[in-house]
């Protein structure tokens, strides 16, 4: 199964019609659980702080993590998919996780197996949601040889 973890309000009309398409194409194991989290009342490093916890408290120990940021690892479509179907195999749960505004703590950043980075740009968090769901269809389909994924 994979989860993702995200602080934020729920999915935007904008962003909706596209998470829902690709959320419908996932198949099992590769289907997804939405965790959205509130952001934090306050600001800077003490939201971080609280928001990177709530974050923290819903992760199973033996869950794979991949924190998304842009200082993460950049990896390219199939990369992913070997990564996400070689713990599929082993039958742990992958949760990637989404901070908020202020980013996460060290705590999270060292508890994620894999940070990982879609891009050196920052995007709005609503948009990283959609990239995210297209990019594990995109990994599910290579897994499974289908031809959306044209390399």
């Excluded at 916890?53 to 199939?78: N, T």
Aim: glycine share 6%; proline share 5%; no cysteine.
């Amino acid at each position: 199964m994979l989860k993702i973890l995200a602080v934020g309000k729920r999915h935007e009309s904008w962003v909706l019609e596209g998470v829902e398409r690709y959320h419908k194409r996932l198949r099992r194991p590769w289907d997804i659980k939405w965790i959205l989290l509130p952001h934090s009342a306050y600001e800077g490093q003490q939201a971080r702080r609280e928001e990177s916890q709530a974050l923290l408290s819903r992760l199973d120990p033996h869950d794979f993590v991949v924190l998304l940021d842009e200082r993460g690892k950049l990896l390219d479509s199939p990369a992913l998919s070997r990564i996400i179907q070689g713990e599929i195999d082993v039958s742990r749960t992958v949760v990637f996780v989404i901070g908020g505004a202020y980013g996460v703590d060290d705590a999270l950043t060292q508890r994620a197996d894999i940070v990982w980075s879609l891009s050196p740009l920052v995007f709005p968090h609503q948009l990283v949601r959609l990239i995210l769901i297209e990019q594990l269809y995109r990994a599910q389909s290579i897994a499974m040889s289908h031809p959306y994924h044209h390399a």
